[in-house]
């Protein structure tokens, strides 16, 4: 159940950040998106996207509110069973990344970018998928 909580308050946190950047919030934003050597950016998420992104987060959040039954809701067993394998996995290949720009394997590093990657967001891809696999197995 902890496990499950932790999973949850990570995907809220993230969720909130992504839908404040939907609504147009800046904070943060320059820093988490890929950019060249030369400073150029590799992305240019719309406020759509950030609130599909936020949402899908949002979801996984309540998906591991109800893996860890925190709340009594029914769902198809099907759907606890193996949601969390395809959660773990995104994740998972989220830490990999794309071999160019995010991910561990990256080639591009000494950008802004490519520094917090290192340190912040491809630990924390792996975390989750780590902590989706111990709620697995559990």
């Known amino acids: 159940m902890f496990l499950s909580l932790c999973l949850s308050l990570i995907f809220f946190i993230l969720g909130v950040l992504h839908i404040y950047w939907a609504l147009g919030g800046n904070w943060g934003l320059e820093l988490t998106v890929p950019t060249t050597l030369e400073g150029e950016r590799v992305l240019y998420p719309s406020k759509t996207a ?16 109800l893996k ?5 809701f029914e769902v198809p067993s099907w759907m606890l069973d ?19 720009y995010i991910g561990f394997f990256k080639h591009i590093k000494n950008t802004p970018f490519g520094k917090r990657d290192t340190l912040l967001f491809s630990p924390l891809s792996l975390g989750i998928a780590l902590l989706g696999l111990l709620i697995e197995l559990s």
């Open 50 to 65: 950030c609130w599909i992104v936020g949402l899908g987060l949002g979801t996984f959040g309540f998906f591991y509110i």
């Open 68 to 72: 860890g039954r925190f709340v009594d």
């Open 82 to 100: 193996y949601t969390g394998w395809g959660i773990m996995t995104l994740f998972f290949l989220r830490a990999l990344g794309d071999f160019k």
